[in-house]
């Protein structure tokens, strides 16, 4: 019980170090593994480990714990495949899987059996393990790097497909090396193999989901509070049923069954994915430090020679770049961004736990395969290892500092969303509209989207808190959100719900009266109008004769100074940055710069802070 709780414990340890040094978490996760398994038996006086995956999961309990737990995990990916997304670089996704499959499974193996000296058959499992990419690698690997749209969809779609189309290459592979069938023809063995896999998954995924989905949009079926242990425990027992129908088809039966719920127009899809995103980085955090803590120091020593680094150089720097030419031959995709696709492809969780499995079952002396293959076996997980803390480090590293100097980072969108088009928020949208900063108003009022569309605003009837919403607002345009509406609470639910999609700073709203009259009350951060009116108190205000006045900064103001010029202005709505950037004016305020033009209304008959 100590050591499945330390597992568990050191897991979470390392995702906060990772945060903390801002470096990701499968690093520090592997390290961890690395530090209280093989690498401990040189601080023990009988060699024995101080955490062993091995004696908390024996046998085949390992393998299903290890399976199970990366079926949900792509469960978890699954869901966030958006078809929408993939509109006019389809073809570039879908070329990536095939070529990336047949490209790196014969160049892998190949490559493993010249330098490492593997026989074809080791050689071909070890090129199918690298197959795979993994989300929970290339997911924060893109949140930290911020590519361009086009680069960011290619690289998260590819990450999450690729992964059981890999794993089932890599069981087809397996399953030729236990056969024993030296004789039989090998295509007409995998397409055997391939076919049933493939529809067994697909089957069974696809009546899941299906269920699943009439389910959700049924509350008398379904209660809210059910809603996400229930399909959690639908996810494993589509996994479980796929596996008996035919075996190792569960991870492209929960894939499926991920893509078919995440692409359905289902109310409070949000709940349910952030409930799986904790559920998977729990899962990630203990299999990590597990997987690693089994792998033997012997084995570790053996990759301190050329071979490997060779080997590694050959996969990253030569086969994944020819992946990449084949598959973007004729697109419309740039060479920056085709070199970039090239350089991004880190390995994951997937490829750990899948040759975890198969070193387990070829070196259990069961496996109908030599004493050399067995001994190259057991090398199966080290390498895996070395490519994964390899491209982690090196491409988490470098990447940003690369997508820099190509130019492919994503540009920080300007435009404004509006949560409530009423009097207030039209009235601040009407003057960004003048200045050609882009504008969409949400109100449920079909009165209020009228009048916005008289004045030629982008409008979404209907709340753009909705999960329909969420989905359909294109945030590659919008950077903030204004909520304007007279009911404070509405305003704060905006913020909260939309501040993961944008984040916390990125987020505003109107002051209540609560916190405009009471003086001694802390205001919280990003009020607008720096939460000197509420929303009766600003309509009144702007009711009044006034002028709208622009003026530009002729000089640099910190802080403090600036809010000693913004005292100057009668009502100072936003600033205005040279690349047309829009900020408002909030107690959060730093600086104005030289060149930013400060928009502000100047009224006849109305006394400041009235």
Same mark, same amino acid.
């Given at each position: 019980?100590?050591?499945?709780?330390?597992?568990?414990?050191?897991?979470?340890?390392?995702?906060?170090?990772?945060?903390?040094?801002?470096?990701?978490?499968i690093l520090p996760l592997i390290l961890v593994?690395?530090?209280?398994?093989?690498?401990?038996?040189?601080?023990?006086?009988?060699?024995?480990?101080?955490?062993?995956?091995?004696?908390?999961?024996?046998?085949?309990?390992?393998f299903d714990v290890v399976n199970l737990s /990366?079926?949900?995990?792509?469960?978890?990916?699954? @869901?966030?495949?958006? !078809? *929408?997304? =993939?509109?006019?670089? $389809?073809? #570039? +996704?879908?070329?990536?899987?095939?070529?990336?499959?047949?490209?790196?499974?014969?160049?892998?193996?190949?490559?493993?059996?010249?330098?490492?000296?593997?026989?074809?058959?080791?050689?071909?499992?070890?090129?199918?393990?690298?197959?795979?990419?993994?989300?929970?690698?290339?997911?924060?690997?893109?949140?930290?790097?911020?590519?361009?749209?086009?680069?960011?969809?290619?690289?998260?779609?590819?990450?999450?497909?690729?992964?059981?189309?890999?794993?089932?290459?890599?069981?087809?592979?397996?399953?030729?090396?236990?056969?024993?069938?030296?004789?039989?023809?090998?295509?007409?063995?995998?397409?055997?193999?391939?076919?049933?896999?493939?529809?067994?998954?697909?089957?069974?995924?696809?009546?899941?989901?299906?269920?699943? /989905?009439?389910?959700?949009?049924?509350?008398?079926? @379904?209660?809210?509070? !059910? *809603?996400? =242990?229930?399909?959690? $425990?639908? #996810? +494993?027992?589509?996994?479980?049923?796929?596996?008996?129908?035919?075996?190792?088809?569960?991870?492209?039966?929960?894939?499926?069954?991920?893509?078919?719920?995440?692409?359905?127009?289902?109310?409070?899809?949000?709940?349910?994915?952030?409930?799986?995103?904790?559920?998977?980085?729990?899962?990630?955090?203990?299999?990590?430090?597990?997987?690693?803590?089994?792998?033997?120091?012997?084995?570790?020593?053996?990759?301190?020679?050329?071979?490997?680094?060779?080997?590694?150089?050959?996969?990253?720097?030569?086969?994944?770049?020819?992946?990449?030419?084949?598959?973007?031959?004729?697109?419309?995709?740039?060479?920056?961004?085709?070199?970039?696709?090239?350089?991004?492809?880190?390995?994951?969780?997937?490829?750990?736990?899948?040759?975890?499995?198969?070193?387990?079952?070829?070196?259990?002396?069961?496996?109908?395969?030599?004493?050399?293959q067995v001994e190259e076996a057991k090398m199966?997980?080290?390498?895996?290892?070395?490519?994964?803390?390899?491209?982690?480090?090196?491409?988490?590293?470098?990447?940003?500092?690369?997508?820099?100097?190509?130019?492919?980072?994503?540009?920080?969108?300007?435009?404004?969303?509006?949560?409530?088009?009423?009097?207030?928020?039209?009235?601040?949208?009407?003057?960004?509209?003048?200045?050609?900063?882009?504008?969409?108003?949400?109100?449920?009022?079909?009165?209020?989207?009228?009048?916005?569309?008289?004045?030629?605003?982008?409008?979404?009837?209907?709340?753009?808190?909705?999960?329909?919403?969420?989905?359909?607002?294109?945030?590659?345009?919008?950077?903030?959100?204004?909520?304007?509406?007279?009911?404070?609470?509405?305003?704060?639910?905006?913020?909260?719900?939309?501040?993961?999609?944008?984040?916390?700073?990125?987020?505003?709203?109107?002051?209540?009266?609560?916190?405009?009259?009471?003086?001694?009350?802390?205001?919280?951060?990003?009020?607008?109008?720096?939460?000197?009116?509420?929303?009766?108190?600003?309509?009144?205000?702007?009711?009044?004769?006034?002028?709208?006045?622009?003026?530009?900064?002729?000089?640099?103001?910190?802080?403090?100074?600036?809010?000693?010029?913004?005292?100057?202005?009668?009502?100072?709505?936003?600033?205005?940055?040279?690349?047309?950037?829009?900020?408002?004016?909030?107690?959060?305020?730093?600086?104005?710069?030289?060149?930013?033009?400060?928009?502000?209304?100047?009224?006849?008959?109305?006394?400041?802070?009235?």
């Amino acid at each position: 019980m100590i050591e499945l709780a330390s597992l568990i414990g050191l897991g979470f340890f390392a995702q906060w170090l990772g945060w903390k040094i801002k470096v990701p978490a499968i690093l520090p996760l592997i390290l961890v593994g690395l530090i209280v398994g093989p690498f401990s038996t040189f601080f023990t006086l009988d060699g024995e480990k101080f955490i062993d995956g091995d004696k908390i999961f024996h046998g085949e309990l390992l393998f299903d714990v290890v399976n199970l737990s /990366v079926g949900l995990i792509l469960f978890e990916g699954g @869901l966030t495949l958006k !078809l *929408k997304e =993939t509109k006019n670089i $389809g073809n #570039v +996704i879908w070329r990536l899987l095939i070529f990336g499959t047949i490209i790196t499974l014969i160049g892998g193996a190949i490559a493993t059996h010249y330098i490492m000296g593997f026989s074809y058959r080791i050689a071909l499992l070890f090129g199918a393990l690298i197959i795979v990419s993994g989300p929970t690698v290339v997911g924060p690997l893109l949140r930290n790097i911020k590519p361009n749209r086009k680069i960011n969809t290619i690289l998260k779609w590819e990450g999450i497909l690729i992964d059981p189309i890999g794993a089932l290459v890599a069981i087809l592979i397996f399953d030729f090396i236990l056969s024993g069938h030296s004789n039989e023809l090998f295509t007409l063995f995998a397409l055997k193999g391939f076919l049933f896999l493939t529809l067994s998954g697909l089957f069974t995924g696809g009546i899941a989901a299906f269920i699943t /989905v009439r389910m959700l949009k049924n509350k008398a079926l @379904l209660p809210d509070h !059910l *809603k996400n =242990t229930v399909i959690l $425990g639908a #996810v +494993i027992g589509t996994f479980g049923f796929s596996d008996v129908l035919h075996e190792e088809s569960g991870l492209l039966a929960v894939t499926i069954y991920g893509m078919i719920i995440g692409n359905s127009k289902i109310a409070n899809l949000k709940s349910l994915m952030h409930f799986k995103e904790d559920v998977t980085l729990i899962l990630i955090s203990f299999l990590f430090v597990m997987l690693s803590s089994r792998m033997d120091i012997n084995d570790l020593m053996a990759l301190a020679n050329g071979k490997s680094i060779l080997l590694f150089i050959v996969i990253i720097y030569i086969i994944r770049p020819l992946v990449v030419l084949f598959s973007t031959i004729g697109t419309n995709l740039s060479w920056k961004e085709r070199f970039f696709i090239s350089y991004i492809s880190p390995r994951g969780i997937v490829a750990a736990g899948v040759a975890s499995l198969f070193t387990l079952k070829l070196t259990s002396g069961s496996a109908p395969i030599t004493d050399i293959q067995v001994e190259e076996a057991k090398m199966l997980l080290p390498l895996t290892f070395m490519i994964i803390i390899g491209t982690v480090v090196i491409q988490g590293l470098t990447a940003k500092p690369l997508a820099k100097a190509l130019n492919v980072l994503r540009k920080e969108p300007n435009g404004i969303l509006f949560l409530g088009a009423s009097e207030v928020g039209l009235f601040i949208a009407k003057i960004l509209h003048r200045y050609k900063i882009p504008v969409l108003m949400s109100d449920t009022s079909e009165q209020n989207i009228k009048e916005a569309k008289r004045h030629g605003i982008t409008t979404y009837e209907g709340s753009i808190l909705s999960e329909g919403a969420l989905e359909e607002v294109d945030f590659s345009k919008y950077g903030q959100l204004f909520s304007t509406t007279s009911n404070n609470e509405i305003n704060i639910l905006g913020n909260r719900t939309v501040s993961s999609e944008l984040g916390m700073n990125k987020v505003f709203r109107l002051a209540s009266k609560l916190e405009v009259e009471t003086n001694a009350l802390q205001k919280p951060q990003h009020l607008l109008f720096q939460g000197k009116y509420d929303f009766i108190g600003l309509t009144n205000l702007i009711r009044r004769k006034h002028i709208i006045k622009i003026v530009k900064s002729s000089q640099y103001y910190d802080k403090e100074e600036s809010f000693q010029l913004l005292s100057t202005f009668d009502l100072p709505i936003f600033i205005i940055h040279s690349n047309r950037r829009v900020t408002p004016i909030t107690d959060s305020l730093d600086e104005i710069n030289e060149e930013d033009e400060i928009v502000y209304l100047e009224f006849k008959d109305v006394k400041k802070g009235s």
